[in-house]
Structure formats: C-alpha cells, structure tokens
C-alpha cells in the first residue's frame, strides 16, 4: 500500500508556537495533499504540493517534500486554539490509478 | 452551492439488513470516491468513480456496492450489513484530474453508521 504515515500521533502545545506534522511514504508520487478534519466533520484540503516542488506557503502553513527521502512536512506557524484539528497526508498512485491514500493522520491540540 | 451532501448523518442497523448510504454534489464533479474511517485506521477507500457509468474498487471493496448512473450521485449500498462495517463513512468528490489521483477533494460531512 501507498498509504502515508504521519508523524508524531498526537502533538500537544500551546498559542502562539509552531507545529510541525512529518509524513512518509512508500513510493514515488506525483503529488501530495495535506488536509485537515476538525472533530465530527469531513475533511477539508490544505495545500498540494506536486513531486517537482520542494516547498510551498498558503497563509500560516508551509509544506516541505523531499521525494528522496519520501516525506513531507507541514507547518503551522503561530498556532492558534482554532487549529486544534487531525491533519492528515495523502498521496496518489504513480502508475496512473485514480486515487488518493490516506494516512492516519496527527492529532494537534493547540491550547491557548 | 451546498457541495457534497450525504444523507443519513446517523444510521442503526441490524446484522444483515441492507442500506443504501447517499451521497450528492452540486459542482458537477466528475470524480467521486468513497472512505471509510474506524479509529486507528485512517480513511480507507470503499469505491470511487471518474464519471457516469464508470466505477472501480478501493482498498476495502467487500460488502459495498455503488453505481454511477449520473454525475451528481454516488450511492453506496451495504448489501448485508455487519459489525465489522460500522464506521463513520465519508463521500468526496473532485472537479480536477492530476497525473496519478484527483486534484483537491471536497468532502461531505460524514454518515455515521452502527451495524448491531
């Protein structure tokens, strides 16, 4: 399976810090895509980002990949209680299936 | 726009009764897909569609039937429930194609469903 893997489960901080969510994954890409799902509703999408780019900003949030290592990052800068959520990395299919993996996604408690 | 919209939000079924879990978009979204998500798994992919009259299996087909009749419905039918399919069942849907997968899904707001 594709499937990424988040990194660490859950993260806890407070107001005003950073938060950072690493995802892994098992082989080549040609796009991954960061969303986030806050308690008892559907997923929303965050950012793309496509196998030719190495890093990308929208707003507070900032998404490294390094497809030699296989992973990415997301940043959330000067979290707020507001950002409290599951984030959750997905990645396709390079052989052209039309799909999208999830992984199991990090649990952010910013508390303020 | 409403976006995606999944009807029930809560259902309880018995062992072995059928059900048919709705889903609709009003973006004219040729792809539509759909997840479910048990705690400690993530959301894995049931079955998903790149347009009307085409369908094709995910990861956790089994038990799950859908069609794709027109462009704004994907229904997904559990043909003989089981407690092993309770789960929160998400729908999504997406209006762009990338080499690989969908471009940005937009996801409805979830059906919770409880199989006795």
């Known amino acids: 399976s594709q499937q990424g893997e988040e990194d660490p489960q859950a993260l806890s901080i407070q107001e005003g810090e950073n938060a950072t969510m690493n995802c892994s994954y098992k082989t080549s890409i040609n796009n991954l895509q960061w969303y986030r799902q806050n308690s008892g509703r559907g997923l929303v999408h965050l950012i793309l980002?496509?196998?030719?780019?190495r890093e990308k900003h929208s707003g507070r949030l900032r998404v490294t990949l390094d497809t030699s290592k296989k992973s990415s990052s997301l940043l959330i800068t000067a979290s707020r209680a507001a950002d409290t959520a599951s984030y959750f990395c997905a990645t396709d299919e390079p052989s052209g299936y039309s799909t999208l993996t999830f992984g199991k996604g990090t649990m952010l408690l910013v508390s303020p | 726009n409403a976006g995606v919209t999944q009807t029930p939000k809560f259902q309880v079924l018995k062992t072995g009764q059928s059900m048919t879990l709705q889903c609709a978009q009003d973006?004219?979204?040729?792809?539509m897909s759909w997840y479910r998500q048990d705690p400690g798994m993530g959301l894995r992919l049931i079955h998903y569609s790149v347009g009307a009259g085409i369908t094709d299996q995910g990861e956790v087909p089994n038990g799950y039937n859908v069609s794709r009749s027109t462009t704004e419905d994907f229904p997904l039918r559990l043909l003989s429930a089981a407690p092993s399919q309770t789960s929160v069942y998400f729908c999504?849907?997406?209006?762009?194609?990338?080499?690989?997968?969908?471009?940005?899904?937009?996801f409805g707001e979830g059906s919770r469903l409880t199989v006795l």
């Open positions: 980002i496509r196998s030719n780019e």
């Open positions: 999504a849907s997406s209006g762009s194609r990338l080499a690989g997968g969908p471009g940005e899904l937009f």
């Open positions: 973006m004219n979204h040729e792809y």
